[in-house]
């Protein structure tokens, strides 16, 4: 057989067996009720795997921009940025940005995945070292590979370690460091100050990704350096406009001769469609929207803080989470699967995240909390999952309550 189709073959072959078990969950319409809610295979379901921190999907004020952007502008543009495709909107967003983020400038790509994969292989080349976090996201490699730099993975959030890969740097070499703030699967975060030291120390450029921390860290949810109180600590700035943000589309935020650099050679930029209005007036609209309701920011901290503390005090593992991405490790892809049909068929619409996205025994059902989640929500969450776990042996015993939980580790099934 060809290459190429035994490859098809094979990945078909896993779908249709996942099918006939149950056990495929992915690409599922669905249809929203309300913030918490939504109807799936014929039924409503609490859903715990959004990624509207906020729970702004629906906010009237986000709908009316986006509204009164296609009667304005309609919903297209006239062709690529550079050339006749930019709108006073994006330049509108782009000064919301930067003055959110606090950076000089900012620039706005068609996604968060783009947006890596150009910022990374325009800025460092042949010659240069880019590093990069080992649980980095797939954008963040994928743009170190295309770079062409000489690429190095350091060990996840070691200091030790990057200052040790930093210093085998050839001299002279152009330096990037570049992290998630929030990691997607384990939901920690990255020790910004020391990296921020290391970067200072030996002459690298700091980039962080802030798709998980954007409306989710710091008092009133400007990202990580609120959240460590260390302003303009970080160089290039990135995030996405489709997740806190109800919208599309990604941002590179920095000083200005940085972001004119990539508008003028980052080929994703220069060769990309521009966003359309409707989505450039949602995006900027959602920031006014965070800084006029910090109350969501409140809440979202709350409902993190009950549901995790929830799942540890029932005996669930959930690693170093913090933060709205809360990982609940199950061992075994097949006990991973069982545990996601059995929360599914009880209506909590959670997803399940196996091997090779995560490392062999550490595969996981990746929940996620909203602002839009009740008390109510959160608990019946948790007695739907406690359920599962039981059944499916991820939760063995059931500790004495939740300093039990904490000071005894889950062991996750090998």
Same mark, same amino acid.
């Given at each position: 057989?060809n290459?190429?189709?035994?490859?098809?073959?094979?990945?078909?072959?896993?779908?249709?067996?996942?099918?006939?078990?149950?056990?495929?969950f992915?690409?599922?319409? &669905?249809?929203?009720i309300?913030?918490?809610?939504?109807?799936?295979?014929?039924r #409503?379901?609490?859903?715990?795997?959004?990624?509207?921190?906020?729970?702004?999907i629906?906010?009237?004020k986000?709908?009316?921009?986006?509204?009164?952007?296609?009667?304005?502008?309609?919903?297209?543009?006239?062709?690529?940025?550079?050339?006749a495709?930019?709108? %006073?909107?994006?330049?509108?967003? $782009?000064?919301? +940005?930067?003055?959110?983020?606090?950076? $000089?400038?900012?620039?706005?790509?068609?996604?968060?995945?783009?947006?890596?994969?150009?910022?990374?292989?325009?800025?460092?080349?042949?010659?240069?070292?880019?590093?990069?976090?080992?649980?980095?996201?797939?954008?963040?490699?994928? =743009?170190? +590979?295309?770079?062409?730099?000489?690429f &190095?993975?350091?060990?996840?959030?070691?200091?030790?370690?990057?200052?040790?890969?930093?210093?085998e740097?050839?001299?002279?070499?152009?330096?990037?460091?570049?992290?998630?703030?929030?990691?997607?699967?384990?939901?920690?975060?990255?020790?910004?100050?020391?990296?921020?030291?290391l970067c200072?120390?030996?002459?690298?450029?700091?980039?962080?990704?802030?798709?998980?921390?954007?409306g989710?860290?710091?008092?009133?949810?400007?990202?990580?350096?609120?959240?460590?109180g260390?302003?303009?600590?970080?160089?290039?700035?990135?995030g996405?406009?489709?997740?806190?943000?109800p919208s599309?589309?990604?941002?590179?935020?920095?000083?200005?001769?940085? &972001?004119?650099y990539?508008?003028?050679?980052?080929r %994703?930029?220069?060769?990309?469609?521009?966003?359309?209005?409707?989505?450039?007036?949602?995006?900027?609209?959602?920031?006014?929207?965070? $800084?006029?309701?910090?109350?969501?920011?409140?809440?979202?901290?709350?409902?993190?803080?009950?549901?995790?503390? =929830?799942?540890?005090?029932?005996?669930?593992?959930?690693l170093?989470?913090?933060?709205?991405? &809360?990982?609940?490790?199950?061992?075994?892809?097949?006990?991973?699967?069982?545990?996601?049909?059995?929360?599914? $068929?009880?209506?909590?619409?959670v997803?399940?995240v196996?091997?090779?996205?995560?490392?062999?025994?550490?595969?996981?059902?990746?929940?996620?909390?909203?602002? %839009?989640?009740? #008390?109510?929500?959160?608990?019946q %969450?948790?007695?739907?999952?406690?359920?599962?776990?039981?059944?499916?042996?991820?939760i063995?015993?059931?500790?004495?309550?939740?300093?039990?939980?904490?000071?005894?580790?889950?062991?996750?099934?090998?």
């Amino acid at each position: 057989m060809n290459p190429i189709a035994d490859k098809i073959a094979k990945l078909k072959a896993r779908i249709e067996w996942g099918r006939e078990m149950g056990f495929y969950f992915y690409l599922q319409p &669905v249809k929203d009720i309300d913030g918490a809610r939504i109807l799936a295979r014929g039924r #409503e379901m609490l859903l715990f795997a959004s990624y509207s921190y906020l729970g702004l999907i629906g906010h009237p004020k986000i709908d009316a921009a986006a509204k009164a952007a296609i009667d304005g502008y309609g919903t297209g543009t006239h062709g690529v940025r550079i050339l006749a495709g930019s709108l %006073a909107l994006h330049r509108e967003l $782009e000064e919301k +940005i930067a003055s959110f983020t606090g950076a $000089e400038d900012s620039i706005v790509f068609s996604s968060g995945y783009v947006t890596n994969l150009a910022t990374v292989s325009t800025l460092v080349g042949r010659g240069d070292v880019v590093i990069s976090d080992k649980l980095n996201h797939a954008s963040i490699v994928d =743009g170190c +590979i295309l770079s062409r730099a000489h690429f &190095v993975r350091c060990k996840h959030n070691d200091m030790a370690d990057l200052d040790r890969c930093l210093s085998e740097a050839a001299p002279g070499a152009g330096k990037l460091v570049v992290a998630d703030a929030v990691f997607s699967m384990d939901g920690d975060i990255i020790d910004l100050p020391e990296m921020r030291r290391l970067c200072t120390k030996h002459g690298a450029l700091l980039m962080v990704d802030e798709a998980h921390s954007l409306g989710v860290l710091g008092k009133t949810g400007h990202g990580i350096e609120e959240h460590f109180g260390m302003p303009g600590a970080i160089d290039i700035k990135m995030g996405t406009l489709s997740k806190t943000i109800p919208s599309v589309g990604g941002y590179i935020a920095a000083d200005r001769d940085t &972001v004119m650099y990539l508008k003028h050679s980052a080929r %994703a930029f220069v060769f990309s469609a521009a966003l359309p209005p409707a989505q450039v007036a949602a995006a900027k609209a959602s920031l006014e929207v965070i $800084e006029e309701e910090p109350w969501r920011i409140e809440k979202l901290r709350r409902n993190v803080r009950l549901f995790i503390d =929830g799942l540890k005090a029932r005996g669930f593992d959930t690693l170093q989470s913090e933060t709205a991405i &809360v990982p609940i490790i199950c061992g075994k892809d097949e006990r991973t699967l069982m545990m996601t049909k059995l929360a599914q $068929e009880r209506g909590l619409f959670v997803l399940p995240v196996l091997s090779p996205a995560v490392p062999p025994g550490t595969s996981r059902i990746r929940a996620a909390v909203t602002a %839009a989640h009740t #008390e109510e929500d959160i608990d019946q %969450a948790l007695d739907i999952l406690e359920q599962a776990g039981r059944m499916v042996r991820v939760i063995r015993r059931k500790p004495k309550g939740a300093a039990a939980a904490s000071c005894v580790p889950h062991r996750t099934i090998a």
